[in-house]
């Protein structure tokens, strides 16, 4: 591994030493002898320096033979490609022809041309092509693709356009000049739901989503969302779609959520396939987004692509905030913005925290599917977030028909769209583009001082090292606040505070009373907020804010309070907090969804996140034991409108995922699992056996599980769904998720030897050892034995799919929040992977980067 592992920086780029002007391939598939042919048309590149030599990348290729403008070349490979030296090569354009053997039943990676179930299919993102030839394999190379594919499979697939077909053949025809990641081919015996978009500039386009058979019945949601993320695009963004086809491919083994492939996005069929019995409303919710967000890409990412793989963000922050907007306006933005902000939190902030920290463009890379990353992902879709914050809905507007207009067809960069802001709010925006270089999450100071009817806010800033980064610049942080009267009335309605310096002070004069704060509205910027205030203050903006933001986090900065207090001295919540909970449970003028986010109680790792963030060594064991009692301690007192809330929030009728009834659905389940720890789950049993839908089988049985319980409906739900590979993968999971701590590894253990434990498909994988890494007491159970489960499971993954065990090594990463007892036990288990002799690179710049 080490000889490879040379780090890549963005300072080295340099543009291709040669352009392409069209790519033909001919595919002959077979499992071990794959034969692919492919003819290219290189051109010296006129912004290259001349005189370069062309490098092609190849892996894992058996040359068959070379030719160059029809005459045979004998060329001999290194480990990563070929180099061609310019005195070689014909002066002007020339056509390259190669071909290569693969062997895609033995790809375990998946990664490149692999196979699922007897279907072939192809993952080329980021790197994956050049395992299928010899080519400059970097997205600043974009080229027509026409594409040939022999095999006696019923469905053949590729990017573009049909372009012919026949019996043992299919052509295909992409016009639009692509990098080659997102190059596509599918090849299987698959049955498709079919139907029709027509644009706004009137093109009829055909939309398929290809499963195997038996799935057929699972594709409708999909099909809507893909529908209603066509239009969408057209109506916000005025973007609309450019071939006469657009396939979707439901793939079991897929190493990622999905694959904006031109015309044929490939998707982990956990994305795809619903149905109200397999699906919970939390899929359906997830199928939406993601079926959205790789729609989106055909713009922000396919027509405009990077320029290389630090400008990631480029596509994924804006085509992650552009299915944030999509989600927001087909459902509730207020919920879906407390969504965003836990799961950013949940997974951003606790990278920003630790070891992994890098900048939302990263500098330097060793593998670059190791910076497929929240930082890049969720806080590169904040930054856009602040940007439209800053320069307001309409100049956003037109900075987006800039970049669409000045950039269609190109590979750009962080530089070209903050230009593309910059001209079009005539607004300097070089403090804010360093958001993009400096890794950390700021820390925010807000100190209130009351004097003479006029409020004093000094809000300060500070962001601490992180790798390589010791010292740190202000940022520009849009804090949007709003004043709210002793009584719970608006006083002052929100206004952005530009804070650019490590400390300013800004004043509100002439006020009646001394009014309550509400500060960073809308989770207006990627912070931590630190912000001194009495619960009965919080108490005030839970209960009447007119930000459902705000309202949401004076409730969980409640709840995190208590539950520090809980953890640290062993305190008991006191009555104002339990009322404030009572009357947002039943409180029928808020949306049930936002009642339900309110009831969850702050996690295990984000009480362990915030408690190290004070200060304190967090210790999961008492983290899990005040969480509990905290959770009896509530249901015991709010027994009677739980209940009553169960039975309101039922719904009636057939079984719909729309955003009223998921809400309704997550509050009564919600309610069914604190009720559990109080009346010994009898609600939640009774949910069990007449729920007609999997949100309702499912939550009933982990509020049952979650509560000490449910092995008889475990059991009953096995029966029920062992045939369901998808819905195994939930059987699996929750029984680690809701293991108790002092058996999670063993738990976690035994299901790695039931027979349906199906270790080569990440999704089953990530539900046993995936799930066991995110329950934090049965993790980190102080023996060491989860620690040992999954790091023996890490390198055995490694061996067959390294992408995929790199991933989930990131359950390691907050290793130094805790005692040194669990310190050296995880430093012990982490040295002794990275010791594995066959390590792959990926797994080694991980493992690397976690020990430091
Ligand atoms: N671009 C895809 C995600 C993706 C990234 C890498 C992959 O393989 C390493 C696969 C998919 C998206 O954002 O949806
Ligand atoms: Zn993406």
């Given at each position: 591994m080490r000889d490879t592992a040379q780090p890549i920086y963005l300072a080295d780029y340099q543009p291709p030493a040669?352009?392409?002007?069209?790519?033909?391939?001919?595919?002959?598939?077979?499992?071990?002898?794959?034969?692919?042919?492919?003819?290219?048309?290189?051109?010296?590149?006129?912004?290259?320096?001349?005189?370069?030599?062309?490098?092609?990348?190849?892996?894992?290729?058996?040359?068959?033979?070379?030719?160059?403008?029809?005459?045979?070349?004998?060329?001999?490979?290194?480990?990563?490609?070929?180099?061609?030296?310019?005195?070689?090569?014909?002066?002007?354009?020339?056509?390259?022809?190669?071909?290569?053997?693969?062997?895609?039943?033995?790809?375990?990676?998946?990664?490149?041309?692999?196979?699922?179930?007897?279907?072939?299919?192809?993952?080329?993102?980021?790197?994956?092509?050049?395992?299928?030839?010899?080519?400059?394999?970097?997205?600043?190379?974009?080229?027509?693709?026409?594409?040939?594919?022999?095999?006696?499979?019923?469905?053949?697939?590729?990017?573009?356009?049909?372009?012919?077909?026949?019996?043992?053949?299919?052509e295909w025809n992409d016009p639009h000049p692509k990098p080659s990641y997102l190059f596509a081919l599918v090849a299987g015996d698959l049955v498709a739901t079919k139907d029709r978009f027509t644009t706004m500039d009137g093109r009829e386009v055909a939309l398929n989503i290809w499963v195997r058979k038996g799935d057929e019945g699972k594709t409708a949601y999909a099909m809507d969302a893909l529908k209603r993320s066509m239009l969408w695009d057209e109506q916000v963004y005025s973007r609309a779609y450019d071939l006469?086809?657009?396939?979707?491919?439901?793939?079991?083994?897929?190493?990622?959520?999905?694959?904006?492939?031109?015309?044929?996005?490939?998707?982990?069929?956990?994305?795809?396939?619903?149905?109200?019995?397999?699906?919970?409303?939390?899929?359906?919710?997830?199928?939406?987004?993601?079926?959205?967000?790789?729609?989106?890409?055909?713009?922000?990412?396919?027509?405009?692509?990077?320029?290389?793989?630090?400008?990631?963000?480029?596509?994924?922050?804006?085509?992650?905030?552009?299915?944030?907007?999509?989600?927001?306006?087909?459902?509730?933005?207020?919920?879906?913005?407390?969504?965003?902000?836990?799961?950013?939190?949940?997974?951003?902030?606790?990278e920003d925290a630790g070891p992994l920290a890098h900048p939302v463009r990263p500098e330097s890379y060793v593998e670059i599917n190791n910076f497929y990353t929240a930082t890049v992902y969720e806080k590169g879709a904040e930054l856009i977030r602040m940007l439209r914050l800053l320069v307001g809905e309409d100049r956003y507007a037109a900075a987006l028909d800039l970049y669409f207009a000045r950039h269609d067809g190109q590979a750009c960069t962080i530089e070209d769209w903050i230009a593309v802001f910059a001209e079009a709010a005539g607004r300097d925006l070089s403090q804010f583009k360093r958001w993009y270089e400096q890794a950390g999450t700021p820390q925010v100071t807000l100190v209130e001082d009351w004097a003479d009817q006029t409020l004093t806010l000094t809000l300060r800033q500070h962001t601490s090292p992180t790798p390589g980064q010791p010292l740190k610049e202000p940022l520009l942080v849009p804090v949007a606040i709003g004043l709210v009267g002793p009584d719970g009335a608006e006083l002052l309605p929100t206004q952005v505070l530009e804070l650019d310096s490590p400390e300013q002070v800004f004043t509100f004069a002439d006020l009646p009373?001394?009014?309550?704060?509400?500060?960073?509205?809308?989770?207006?910027?990627?912070?931590?907020?630190?912000?001194?205030?009495?619960?009965?203050?919080?108490?005030?903006?839970?209960?009447?804010?007119?930000?459902?933001?705000?309202?949401?986090?004076?409730?969980?900065?409640?709840?995190?309070?208590?539950?520090?207090?809980?953890?640290?001295?062993?305190?008991?919540?006191?009555?104002?907090?339990?009322?404030?909970?009572?009357?947002?449970?039943?409180?029928?003028?808020?949306?049930?969804?936002?009642?339900?986010?309110?009831?969850?109680?702050?996690?295990?790792?984000?009480?362990?996140?915030?408690?190290?963030?004070?200060?304190?060594?967090?210790?999961?064991?008492?983290?899990?034991?005040?969480?509990?009692?905290?959770?009896?301690?509530?249901?015991?007192?709010?027994?009677?409108?739980?209940?009553?809330?169960?039975?309101?929030?039922?719904?009636?009728?057939?079984?719909?995922?729309?955003?009223?009834?998921?809400?309704?659905?997550?509050?009564?389940?919600?309610?069914?699992?604190?009720?559990?720890?109080?009346?010994?789950?009898?609600?939640?049993?009774?949910?069990?056996?007449?729920?007609?839908?999997?949100?309702?089988?499912?939550?009933?049985?982990?509020?049952?599980?979650?509560?000490?319980?449910?092995?008889?409906?475990?059991?009953?739900?096995?029966?029920?769904?062992?045939?369901?590979?998808?819905?195994?993968?939930?059987?699996?999971?929750?029984?680690?998720?809701?293991?108790?701590?002092?058996?999670?590894?063993?738990?976690?253990?035994?299901?790695t030897r039931h027979p349906a434990f199906d270790w080569t498909n990440p999704n089953r994988f990530r539900s046993v050892i995936g799930v066991l890494g995110a329950h934090p007491a049965g993790f980190h159970r102080k023996d060491g034995a989860g620690y040992a489960l999954v790091a023996d499971w890490l390198i055995r993954l490694d061996g067959a799919n390294p992408q995929a065990a790199a991933r989930i090594s990131t359950v390691f990463e907050t290793w130094a929040r805790y005692d040194e007892t669990r310190q050296g036990l995880m430093r012990a288990e982490l040295t002794r992977v990275l010791e594995h002799p066959a390590l792959s690179r990926d797994m080694g710049e991980m493992v690397g980067r976690m020990l430091g």
């Open positions: 040669f352009l392409v002007e069209q790519v033909d391939l001919t595919f002959r598939l077979a499992p071990r002898t794959t034969r692919v042919i492919s003819r290219i048309r290189f051109a010296p590149n006129p912004a290259a320096m001349p005189g370069q030599p062309l490098r092609l990348d190849g892996e894992d290729l058996r040359l068959i033979s070379v030719s160059i403008d029809g005459v045979a070349q004998d060329v001999t490979p290194d480990a990563t490609g070929l180099t061609l030296d310019a005195a070689d090569l014909p002066d002007g354009p020339f056509t390259w022809q190669a071909e290569v053997e693969i062997a895609p039943e033995s790809n375990t990676a998946l990664d490149g041309l692999y196979m699922s179930n007897g279907m072939y299919c192809t993952q080329c993102e980021a790197e994956g092509f050049r395992k299928i030839t010899f080519y400059p394999d970097r997205p600043d190379v974009m080229a027509p693709f026409r594409v040939r594919i022999e095999s006696d499979l019923p469905v053949l697939l590729s990017n573009g356009n049909p372009a012919g077909a026949g019996k043992g053949w299919a006469d086809i657009f396939n979707i491919v439901a793939v079991d083994d897929f190493n990622m959520g999905a694959m904006e492939n031109k015309g044929l996005n490939i998707f982990n069929s956990r994305y795809v396939l619903a149905s109200s019995a397999t699906a919970t409303d939390s899929d359906f919710a997830a199928i939406e987004r993601i079926i959205a967000h790789e729609y989106f890409h055909n713009w922000t990412g396919n027509r405009i692509t990077c320029r290389d793989w630090f400008q990631l963000s480029l596509k994924e922050g804006l085509t992650v905030f552009r299915d944030q907007q999509f989600m927001g306006d087909m459902r509730s933005h207020a919920v879906k913005r407390i969504e965003d902000v836990l799961t950013l939190r949940a997974r951003q902030f606790r009373a001394r009014p309550v704060v509400s500060a960073l509205r809308g989770f207006s910027a990627p912070v931590v907020l630190e912000h001194a205030q009495s619960s009965h203050e919080r108490a005030t903006l839970l209960g009447h804010d007119t930000d459902a933001f705000a309202r949401f986090e004076a409730g969980r900065n409640l709840a995190s309070d208590i539950l520090h207090a809980m953890v640290l001295e062993g305190a008991r919540p006191g009555p104002e907090y339990l009322e404030a909970m009572r009357l947002a449970l039943t409180d029928d003028t808020l949306d049930p969804a936002f009642r339900a986010l309110v009831l969850r109680l702050p996690g295990e790792d984000e009480l362990a996140q915030s408690l190290h963030a004070a200060g304190h060594t967090p210790d999961p064991d008492a983290i899990h034991a005040a969480r509990k009692r905290a959770l009896h301690i509530l249901a015991d007192a709010m027994a009677g409108d739980l209940s009553a809330v169960i039975d309101a929030m039922a719904t009636p009728g057939p079984y719909s995922p729309d955003a009223r009834d998921a809400g309704r659905r997550a509050l009564r389940l919600a309610a069914a699992a604190l009720l559990a720890h109080a009346d010994g789950g009898a609600k939640a049993r009774t949910i069990f056996a007449q729920a007609d839908n999997m949100t309702e089988q499912f939550g009933a049985w982990t509020a049952l599980l979650a509560s000490g319980d449910g092995a008889e409906e475990g059991a009953q739900f096995h029966r029920q769904w062992q045939d369901d590979r998808l819905v195994m993968d939930k059987w699996f999971a929750a029984q680690v998720m809701f293991a108790n701590p002092a058996h999670a590894p063993e738990i976690a253990a035994e299901l």
